[in-house]
């Protein structure tokens, strides 16, 4: 899966910038309408990692299932990106809060979601493949972190000044791509890690990003 993972994830990394800098909303408006909706409080989830002795899968079953679920997963935030802009009401802070803070919790979600279908998803059948899916699942564990990391300090957000929550919101999302450029670059231990040319080869066929 070499330079793949990396790449998908800074993709979803730029959606998110694009997103967040799009909400900020218009100047000269006033900031103290009310938002219409909140954000929902997040549960805390909790990952496992794989048992030792899962199921082995065909090395081609397991890459068509991974890169569906990862399709799904990236087709969700993305899309989430952009609906962003929709969401906000020129000057109302509120709902920009509102917009961003939904938007890092829909890719906590999805992630979560794609932490369950590795789980369940078995391990491919080359050398310590069940370690590689454990290794995955560490990885999008940690870009949930941040993703929930950055919900709450979105919501955490002054609202009573527009300039100071742009400046404040473009910190956040900076921090955040910061945070997510280091768990795509981890991405790159796991190629070195398991280096198989039939799992690469299968990966490569069966992802159409």
Not at 81 to 86: F, L, Q, R, Y
Not at 110 to 130: F, K, M, N, V
Request: aromatic share 6%; net charge negative; with cysteine.
């Amino acid at each position: 899966m070499r330079k793949t993972l990396p790449i998908l994830v800074a993709v979803v990394t730029v959606g998110f910038l694009g997103a967040c800098g799009a909400s900020g909303g218009s100047d000269n408006a006033s900031s103290d309408k009310a938002a219409t909706t909140t954000a929902a409080p997040k549960e805390e989830t909790t990952t496992t990692t794989t048992e030792a002795d899962n199921d082995t899968v065909e090395v081609a079953a397991w890459a068509d299932d991974f890169c569906g679920n990862f399709s799904a997963w990236l087709d969700e935030i993305q899309s989430a990106s952009s609906d962003v802009a929709s969401k906000v009401t020129p000057g109302d802070i509120e709902s920009a809060k509102t917009a961003i803070a939904d938007l890092f919790g829909t890719a906590s979600d999805a992630t979560q979601t794609l932490i369950s279908e590795l789980e369940a998803g078995g391990a491919p059948d080359i050398e310590d493949g069940d370690q590689l899916v454990d290794d995955l699942i560490e990885k999008f564990q940690a870009f949930d972190d941040a993703a929930q990391k950055a919900k709450s300090e979105t919501e955490g957000l002054a609202s009573d000044d527009i300039s100071t929550f742009q400046s404040e919101a473009d910190q956040l999302t900076t921090t955040f791509q910061d945070e997510v450029n280091k768990v795509a670059d981890s991405f790159t231990e796991i190629d070195q890690k398991y280096q198989s040319s039939e799992l690469n080869a299968e990966i490569k066929k069966a992802c159409n990003f």
